[in-house]
């Protein structure tokens, strides 16, 4: 079992910047993926970002360029830089940690912090 706590999220203008962090406790390994999804309102949730164990970063084409996702390991940790926000940004973020056992896949979520984004 893991246990995803996120922070960070708030209201900023557009243009602005926020950082997001997620803090895993449990049975968490650092081989494991960790990242970054968000849920807008009466839309699918969708991948925002997302980092691997040995640290190869993937993201949303929406937010290339803008966003940086980050691990601290030895604090299980996964961060998430976001810049030049729009309003179109606004969402639930939630975190996610992969958990493997064999070929079972199991993810773990985080709680979501919200992110409104004004224009």
């Known amino acids: 079992q893991a246990q995803l706590v996120e922070s960070g999220g708030g209201l900023v203008q557009a243009g602005g910047s926020l950082r997001l962090s997620c803090v895993a406790s449990?049975?968490?390994?650092?081989?494991?993926?960790m990242g970054w999804y968000r849920q807008a309102p009466e839309k699918q949730r969708e991948l925002v970002a997302v980092?691997?164990?040995?640290?190869?970063?993937n993201y949303a084409d929406s937010v290339k360029g803008r966003f940086t996702i980050s691990r601290d390991y030895s604090k299980n940790t996964v961060l998430l830089q976001m810049n030049s926000l729009k309003p179109e940004d606004t969402a639930v973020y939630f975190c996610?940690?992969?958990?493997?056992?064999?070929?079972?896949?199991?993810?773990?979520w985080g709680q979501g912090t919200q992110v409104t984004v004004s224009s």
């Open positions: 996610v940690y992969n958990s493997y056992s064999g070929r079972v896949k199991t993810d773990y």
């Open positions: 980092i691997s164990g040995p640290g190869t970063e």
């Open positions: 449990g049975r968490v390994f650092s081989f494991n993926t």
